[in-house]
Structures are given as structure tokens and as C-alpha cells.
């Protein structure tokens, strides 16, 4: 009973309650936040920078070559030359100067030789230091490709494997005071450089006196704006170094700066310089074994005179040219001077003695001889050039030249007729064109012509055509 009335009470009690409602949903969580890590920052590397490094220069314009100096003023110069020479005997090789000429008759006197060289290129340097003390220095080295060949040497090497030969090597000191100059360059005798002729012909050539020698040299310039007085004295080599004593050289030349002359000194050296007259002497001894008496010296004095001349007929200037003509002249008289011209001897050379005795000269040929007294004797010699060059513009020119030589004792020493030639003529004529400034062409006729003691008068007739690059 008792459970039967609990029962009942739980059913009763269940029937008069409310419903219980149901629970609201729980929300859900809020997501968590996103918590993102802050950038690890690296700090940039450091660079340092140079600043920028400034543009070269614009490259020099061709037409416009910009030499390269330095401290010592350094200079490069000189030309690259090709020669093409036909000549009507086989007498000659590039260069003729005084050299014999074949006869009519003989195998080289009836046949022609042609010849394509560049034997006679050229390179030089010129050094200039800094001033000191008012005191101003400079050197000079110069060489070409005409050098003694060794005996034997092939044609082909005579023309392809040319020797070198130096030219000019001299230093120079320039003061106030006094100028001095020691090596190789210009003879004073002659003023040589100061009126040499306008030729494609290789200098010296008849009747030209040139040349270059070893020397000491003592110089003074006194001037003024209307003249210049240029004084010189030199002791140079002797023409044989059994003379003992060094040749003696002087001269005094006059010029007129505002009197000026456009030219062209052989076929490459222009220049404006200012006309005018120098006059220049030689003496020395010359000494040799005697030819009796092999232990007896004898010895005879060699002089000369020289009168050269550069004469602005019509003057230029620098930037102007056309129509310019200019005349260069040289005067010479002397005895034991055959060396101041190139190549010449006139054939002479010492008699032979008598059988079985021998004799050998210590001194060149065409200087001295003995006579038929036996008698020492020097070779006189007189010879004249003159020239002419008249620009026709900038880039062309004319030049005519002429010579002449003769001896007036070489015919009465007593040696072989047939070998020895008193006189000579020479003329040539030549023109230029400058295809560029550094780029030149030029063609030229020339005559040759000497009289021989025997009678014969043997002529040479050559053509030349040339290529320069002047630099």
C-alpha cells in the first residue's frame, strides 16, 4: 500500500507541473585571435659606393694626332719611305751623290738598273728635360736603314735586311750665356740644314756639301726683333785620326726674323724659317804615312769656304703658303775637302808603289795624294748649287735644282786619266703633293753628267717615284 501511494503521489504531482523548457545552446567559443609574429628585421648590408669615375676625354680627331708628352718632354718623328728609281746605267744604288759614273762603252755604262727600297726610312727621338737654374738641355737620336752591309751580303738581303746607321746623337745645353752642343749632327761648315735643296733625290747631291760628323760645339745667338747674328765655333772630328789635331770649323750667319721663307729641306723637313746669309770655313791637317818612307809622316793642310744662302723671293707664313717661292744657294771653294760632300772622291786615289813594296793609305780617298814629285798634295774642289721651290697651294710644289763641280789640280797628279773625272753637272726636276698631312707623293727627273781626264763625258738619266708617311 505504502508503495502504492507514493506512486501516485509521483504520478499527480508529475501532471499538475509546468513544462521545464529546454536550455538555450551554449554559444561557441570566439575563435582565439590570429596572433601573427612580428617580421624579423635584417638590416640592409652596407655598401659603399665610389663615386662614378669621370668620362675620358674625346679621342683626338685623326686629321689632328696629339704627340705624347710628358714630364721630359718626349717626341717620336720621322717618316716611312718607298723609293722606285730607274736609272739609264748601272752606276748607282739608291743614293747617288758624287759616285763614279759607268762610261759609255763598259757593260754598266750601256744597261739600266730599276730598284724598289726602303732602305732610307727613318726614326728619331727628341728628349727635352726640365728648365733648372735658366739652364735648358735636350737630346737628339736619330737613324736610318743605310748602314754598311757585311761582304757577301744577297741583293735580296742588301734591300730586305737593311742595316741601321745613326744619323744625329747629340746632347744640348742652351743658357743665357752661351749654347753647347756635344755628338753627332749638322757640320758647321756649310750651315748645313740652313739652305738645303727641296729634292726626292736622297741628300747630299752634286755639288751639295753635307754631311754630319762627331764635334763639340760652342754657339751664340744676338738679336733683335728686325735681325738675328748667329755665331759658332766647333772642333770636330778630324778626316783621319792620324791628323792628331781635330778639324776647326767657324761661321757667322745673318737672318731677318720677319723675312720669312716657306720650305722644304730634302723631301719630307718643312718649315717657315727666316731667310738670310751665313758664311762658314774649315781648316785642319791631314797626315799620312809617306810613301817613300813608310816611317815618315807627311802632312798637308786642307781649308774651305762656304757661302750659303736662303732667300724668300715671295714670303709666307705659317698658316699661308700659296704661292710662296723661296731659293737656296751654297758657294764652295777648298782643297782636302772631298769628305764635306757625300760619296765624292773624283776618282782619285794614291799611286801604287814599286814591286814588291806595299802601301796602305790611313786615310780616305779624294782627300790628298802624292803628286809626280811624290809630294803630298790636297784635292781642291769648287762647287755651286742653287734652287728654286714655289708652292702652288698648301698641298703642292714645284722644286728645281742644278750643280756644278770641278777640280782644278785632280787632272795634273799624275793619276790614270781614265779614272779620274775634274767636273760634274747635276739637275733635276720635282714635284709634290701632300695627299694628307701625313701622307706625301712626289715624282723627279734627274741628269747626271762628269768629265773624265781621258775625254769622256759618261751621262746618267734617272726617274724616281716616292711614298712617304711623315710622322
Not at 739652305?195 to 744676338?222: C, D, F, L, N, W
Not at 738675328?228 to 789635331?245: E, I, K, M, W, Y
Amino acid at each position: 500500500m505504502k508503495k502504492l501511494l507514493i506512486a501516485c503521489l509521483l504520478v499527480g504531482g508529475a501532471a499538475h507541473a509546468q513544462p521545464t523548457p529546454e536550455p538555450a545552446p551554449t554559444p561557441a567559443p570566439a575563435p582565439a585571435p590570429v596572433v601573427t609574429p612580428a617580421p624579423v628585421v635584417v638590416p640592409a648590408p652596407v655598401v659603399i659606393t665610389e663615386p662614378a669615375p669621370a668620362p675620358p676625354p674625346p679621342a683626338p680627331k685623326p686629321e689632328d694626332p696629339v704627340p705624347v708628352v710628358g714630364k721630359w718632354s718626349p717626341q717620336l718623328y720621322g717618316f716611312m719611305q718607298l723609293l722606285s728609281i730607274w736609272d739609264s746605267t748601272q752606276s748607282f744604288t739608291e743614293q747617288a751623290g758624287n759616285g763614279a759614273i759607268a762610261k759609255d762603252g763598259t757593260y754598266a755604262g750601256d744597261r739600266g738598273r730599276s730598284q724598289i727600297s726602303a732602305r732610307h726610312s727613318r726614326v728619331g727621338f727628341k728628349l727635352k728635360a726640365p728648365e733648372y737654374d735658366g739652364i735648358k738641355t735636350s737630346a737628339q737620336v736619330e737613324f736610318d736603314f743605310f748602314g754598311n752591309q757585311p761582304p757577301g751580303t744577297s741583293e735580296a738581303s742588301f734591300y730586305s735586311n737593311a742595316t741601321p746607321r745613326l744619323r744625329h746623337y747629340f746632347m744640348k745645353m742652351e743658357s743665357s750665356t752661351i749654347d753647347l752642343l756635344f755628338g753627332q749632327t749638322w757640320q758647321l761648315f756649310g750651315w748645313q740644314g740652313f739652305a738645303h735643296p727641296s729634292t726626292v733625290e736622297i741628300q747630299g747631291v752634286p755639288g751639295q756639301p753635307y754631311g754630319r760628323v762627331q764635334q763639340m760645339r760652342a754657339s751664340k745667338t744676338i738679336k733683335s726683333d728686325a735681325w738675328a747674328l748667329d755665331l759658332a765655333a766647333a772642333a770636330s772630328r778630324p778626316a783621319n785620326r792620324n791628323s792628331v789635331v781635330p778639324d776647326f770649323e767657324a761661321g757667322v750667319r745673318f737672318t731677318a726674323p720677319k723675312w720669312t721663307a716657306w720650305r722644304t729641306a730634302g723631301a719630307t723637313g718643312q718649315s717657315l724659317d727666316a731667310g738670310g746669309l751665313g758664311v762658314s770655313g774649315i781648316v785642319r791637317q791631314l797626315r799620312v804615312v809617306d810613301f817613300a818612307n813608310a816611317a815618315q809622316n807627311d802632312h798637308a793642310t786642307g781649308w774651305g769656304v762656304s757661302i750659303d744662302a736662303l732667300v724668300p723671293v715671295i714670303g709666307a707664313t705659317k698658316e699661308k703658303h700659296a704661292g710662296a717661292l723661296t731659293l737656296t744657294g751654297s758657294f764652295v771653294l777648298g782643297q782636302g775637302i772631298a769628305d764635306q760632300f757625300s760619296g765624292l772622291s773624283g776618282g782619285a786615289t794614291f799611286p801604287a808603289p814599286m814591286a814588291p813594296a806595299t802601301y796602305t793609305p790611313d786615310i780616305d780617298n779624294g782627300l790628298v795624294t802624292f803628286d809626280t814629285t811624290g809630294a803630298l798634295t790636297a784635292i781642291k774642289w769648287q762647287s755651286i748649287i742653287a734652287g728654286a721651290q714655289w708652292y702652288a697651294s698648301s698641298k703642292a710644289w714645284l722644286s728645281v735644282n742644278y750643280s756644278q763641280m770641278s777640280s782644278s789640280n785632280i787632272g795634273s797628279l799624275g793619276l790614270a786619266p781614265g779614272k779620274v773625272f775634274s767636273s760634274s753637272r747635276w739637275a733635276d726636276a720635282n714635284v709634290f703633293y701632300d695627299v694628307t698631312p701625313a701622307m706625301r707623293v712626289g715624282a723627279e727627273y734627274e741628269y747626271f753628267m762628269q768629265h773624265y781626264e781621258d775625254g769622256a763625258e759618261p751621262v746618267n738619266h734617272r726617274l724616281q717615284l716616292t711614298a712617304l708617311y711623315i710622322f
